[in-house]
């Protein structure tokens, strides 16, 4: 026999109805399941909601990583893997494991740092994992360092190291001010030497 009560099925044995105070004890030993499963879920929303708000804040860091990527591109002139990443980058402001999360994973992120080349073409990161002169050509990114920033950049470091420095010692001070970019990028974007004479800055300082 079946006892329904506040839309409770109830299996009663011998068909015998239940004690008043058995149903009872019941009907709240079921609520008391219904209000610790409604705070597991809750809980479970606020941690899904916390970790949101930690992704979207990461997220903002996006264009750094790009940007530190595309760095150690014309560096070693082909993709770097994680442990050169990590070491290049020191970990800042994204670690690897973050890197993944964000954009899902390691080889969504290269291909991420790599859009159409000069030809027009839409390349793999995977025609960059060995090292070319020739990849340099289509190596690009709509999130590269502009000239302006690059001028910047060196007057900057003249302030810091005074006008008569290397390309070797401004990359040692850039790890510093991972802001700017690397020497390998100031020649790639407006030519060292050039932009060094246009700042009147001593020139013939490139080699390390």
Known sequence: MI??????????????????GDLLGYVIDHKDFQNRHYNLVQDAINDID??????EKKKKYKEVVIKQCI????????IPNQVEFSKYTNKQPLGVREIT???????????????SGR?????????FLKPHE?????????RE??????????????????????MAQYDQWQ???????????IQQRVGWNKAKIQLNLNPLKMMK
């Open 71 to 78: 760095e150690l591109l014309y560096i070693l002139k082909r």
């Open 3 to 20: 006892y329904r009560h506040s839309g409770i099925n109830i299996f009663v044995l011998k068909s015998a109805y239940p004690a008043q």
């Open 50 to 55: 916390k970790l949101s708000q930690r992704l």
């Open 134 to 142: 020739g990849n340099m050509r289509f190596i690009t990114t709509l």
């Open 119 to 127: 030809d027009g073409k839409n390349r793999s990161y995977k025609e």
């Open 101 to 115: 999360d964000i954009f899902g994973s390691w080889e969504d992120f290269l291909q991420a740092c790599i859009t």
């Open 175 to 185: 790890k510093e001010n991972r802001k700017y970019p690397t020497g390998s990028v």
């Open 145 to 166: 360092f502009s000239d302006d920033e690059c001028f910047e950049a060196l007057k900057d470091a003249g302030r810091a190291l005074g006008s008569s420095f290397t």
